[in-house]
T-cell receptor, first 114, second 115 residues
């Protein structure tokens, strides 16, 4: 167990809908990363938050948004869902990106858009 | 921004042989290089990492080397076992615009160790 909790584990929804994925980082970790992993694909960096503020953005679609709350948990919102959004979504947390420390991954949320 | 290239995409070896996976990165300011192992349907897990002030690091059958001048780093697995079969990802982290850092991954190498 990495200490990073993601909910839900599985999500099936229809095209056009909106979903929210939740991530609770390890105790003490201030930084949260979100990644998308499609079938047989690598880990595509979406966005990073540090202590409530957005720190870096990757290839995140405009239909996607995220935030990190004062208690440090983070949510990834996906709207106007398309079939191609079906993927595993991982979040990872680390103490402080500047400290060059390990990022721990959650178990992921498997999103299926039908 | 940072770009990480990883080769090969697939690698098949016989049990007991060595396996080598290579990565190159683009941002010379990157200073942290972890390797993750992901088994089917599971989360990526860190197996070894190296920081920019070190050229080589070993942990039992796993070693990583870093060449900062050439901007490449490699994972070496010796005496491979069937349980080493998985997808391996390299990553690089360094400063981005505004002082923030992001962890960028290579596309992964699917390693198969044949008994």
């Amino acid at each position: 167990d990495s200490g990073v909790t993601q909910t839900p584990k599985h999500l099936i929804t229809a095209t056009g809908q909106r979903v929210t994925l939740r991530c609770s980082p390890r105790s003490g970790d201030l930084s949260v990363y979100w990644y998308q992993q499609s079938l047989d694909q690598g880990l595509q960096f979406l966005i990073q938050y540090y202590n409530g503020e957005e720190r870096a953005k990757g290839n995140i679609l405009e239909r996607f948004s995220a935030q990190q709350f004062p208690d440090l948990h983070s949510e990834l919102n996906l709207s106007s869902l398309e079939l191609g959004d079906s993927a595993l979504y991982f979040c990872a947390s680390s103490v402080d990106p500047g400290a060059r420390t390990e990022a721990f991954f959650g178990q992921g949320t498997r999103l299926t858009v039908v | 921004g940072e770009n990480v290239e990883q080769h090969p995409s697939t690698l098949s070896v016989q049990e007991g042989d060595s396996a080598v996976i290579k990565c190159t990165y683009s941002d010379s300011a990157s200073n942290y290089f972890p390797w993750y192992k992901q088994e089917l349907g599971k989360r990526p897990q860190l197996i070894i990492d190296i920081r920019s002030n070190v050229g080589e690091k070993k942990d039992q059958r796993i070693a990583v080397t870093l060449n900062k001048t050439a901007k490449h780093f490699s994972l070496h697995i010796t005496e491979t076992q069937p349980e080493d079969s998985a997808v391996y990802f390299c990553a690089a982290r360094g400063p981005t615009q505004g002082g923030s850092e992001k962890l960028v991954f290579g596309k992964g190498t699917k390693l198969t160790v044949n008994p």
